[in-house]
């Protein structure tokens, strides 16, 4: 079965770091690229980042470039986005989601995790 | 980036009865290599989004065939033949063919 656990959610001031984990299961993790995309409270969905299956390509919306950073440990099974510079606007819940084989398309998502930016 | 409109902010629906959904893309959806990767996603509250269907019309795996998808260019529609108590929650269409993927503005089902 394909899981999806985000971890690392919580409440930062702005300005401040934090750094996002999800932990991949139930598939061959390097075989796939994946992506972020997060959820403000009450809105709709944006996408945010994705990163190819072997880390050559990457990407980054507009919102959140220069500030965030997407990586992948392929060897842990494993996705993260480091925040920087964080803003009131960041606050979300930031998914993460497979890519499907096809591309195009994301066809597992995790739970989820609260990133809140709050003075 | 394509702009993804889904008209309706809220469906209220009769119990066994269809619904309809509609999306509309800003320019087509159609890739150089054919497809059209238009999606349709379910998302109850306080869960994350299930896919329902992906490149307009195909079921994933354990969807009711009470789902359907259709449509083509720009205009897509996602339709239920007899709405069920669980399918509450709000729907959004995306795409996937024109970098960066973008989603609709989602569209509330609720029971009437």
């Known amino acids: 079965e394909v899981q999806l656990v985000e971890s690392g959610g919580d409440t930062v001031k702005p300005g401040g770091s934090l750094r996002l984990s999800c932990a991949a299961s139930g598939f061959t993790f390097s075989s796939y690229a994946m992506h972020w995309v997060r959820q403000a409270p009450g809105k709709g969905l944006e996408w945010v980042s994705s990163?190819?299956?072997?880390?050559?390509?990457?990407y980054y919306a507009d919102s959140v470039k220069g500030r965030f950073t997407i990586s992948r440990d392929n060897a842990k099974n494993s996705l993260s986005l480091q925040m920087n510079s964080l803003r009131a606007e960041d606050t979300a819940v930031y998914f993460c989601?497979?890519?499907?084989?096809?591309?195009?398309?994301?066809?597992?998502w995790g739970q989820g995790t609260l990133v809140t930016i709050s003075s | 980036d394509v702009v993804m409109t889904q008209s309706a902010l809220s469906l209220p629906v009769i119990l066994g009865q269809p619904a309809s959904i509609s999306c509309r893309s800003s320019?087509?959806?159609?890739?150089?290599?054919?497809?059209?990767?238009l999606d349709w996603f379910h998302q109850r509250p306080g869960q994350s989004p299930r896919r329902l269907i992906y490149k307009i019309s195909n079921r994933d795996s354990g969807v009711p065939d009470r789902f359907s998808g259709s449509g083509s260019g720009t205009d897509f529609t996602l339709k239920i033949s007899r709405v069920e108590a669980e399918d509450v929650g709000v729907y959004y269409c995306?795409?996937?063919?024109?970098?960066?993927?973008?989603f609709g503005g989602g569209t509330k089902v609720e029971i009437k």
């Open positions: 995306m795409q996937g063919t024109h970098w960066p993927p973008t």
């Open positions: 989601a497979r890519e499907a084989l096809s591309g195009y398309t994301n066809d597992y």
């Open positions: 320019q087509s959806l159609v890739h150089s290599d054919g497809n059209t990767y």
């Open positions: 990163i190819s299956r072997t880390s050559d390509y990457i």
